[in-house]
């Protein structure tokens, strides 16, 4: 599939936003224990996996808490997708390696009966080749193994179009905003999950 950023200027991928907060001190923190000594390739692996590894994914592990700003993520260790795209904007941000918001249509669970929901991964542009990628640090599981990749894309799920899931194009600047409403407006996970995430842009 053919990327397409939102912007043209790249710097547009570099902002600080009140949940891509890239400037509290915890993150920082991280930043520099993460990449120092490292290729701005290198960086963008160590984050990818300190992110998909180090923070786990809130459904799985049957957590109550909603995360959403980068660094209550990192504080807690824990966040559904959408929050942990926002982590890993951060770090990379942070490091002047610019980073937006994907995002796929997927089922929650197994069929359509069961709904739809938005999926959120990032695009990161890849200075030394310049071109961008697509990352998806939402955290492996069995049935889920994704992986860091420049050669071909190996995300979290793979789009069944017989069930009507969409991968869009379209590299984001910002989060999508019903991602942030619906975590910033329940209170736990289960109602979120069935009830209240978005299911398209």
Known sequence: MQLIPESTELSNYLEETEVVNFSHPSIQNVRHQLFHGKTELEKVEAAFHFVRDEISHSWDIQSNRITCKASDVLQFKEGICYAKANLLAALLRAEGIPTGFCYQRLTIFDTPEQGY?????????????????????????????????????????????????????????????????????NMEIRQLYTNHLPDAL
Do not use: M
């Not at 894309?153 to 194009?169: G, H, S, T, V």
């Open 117 to 185: 929901c938005l999926h959120t991964l990032n695009g990161v542009y890849i200075q030394p080749l310049k071109r961008w990628i697509r990352l998806d640090a939402r955290g492996n599981k069995q049935g889920v193994q994704a992986e860091f990749s420049i050669k071909e894309e190996k995300l979290a799920f793979e789009i069944r179009e017989q069930f009507d899931e969409k991968d869009y194009p379209i590299i984001y600047t910002k989060p999508n905003e019903k991602t942030i409403t619906a975590l910033e407006t």
